[in-house]
């Protein structure tokens, strides 16, 4: 995976302001939910609501998995 660093700017009322090439690359639209993670090492993480439901269920499928054996 490709890391590309971009400037992001908070406007006075404290929105963060993605670059449109950020926007378009992942799919996200004006009035678009995302959910912001503040990770144990201080990162922030931005997930489409639709690749958290995605990690989710394979998770709980690797889960079942691993149940299923014992």
């Given at each position: 995976?490709?890391?590309?660093?971009y400037?992001?700017?908070?406007?006075?009322?404290?929105?963060?302001?993605?670059?449109?090439?950020?926007?378009?690359?992942?799919?996200?639209?004006?009035?678009?939910?995302?959910?912001?993670?503040?990770?144990?090492?201080?990162?922030?993480?931005?997930?489409?609501?639709?690749?958290?439901?995605r990690?989710?269920?394979?998770?709980?499928?690797?889960?079942?998995?691993?149940?299923?054996?014992?």
């Amino acid at each position: 995976m490709d890391i590309h660093p971009y400037n992001i700017h908070v406007d006075q009322r404290g929105r963060l302001v993605l670059p449109a090439v950020v926007r378009q690359r992942v799919g996200i639209e004006q009035g678009g939910t995302l959910i912001l993670t503040l990770q144990d090492d201080g990162m922030l993480r931005l997930t489409r609501p639709e690749e958290a439901v995605r990690r989710s269920r394979g998770l709980l499928h690797t889960l079942s998995t691993d149940d299923s054996t014992q």
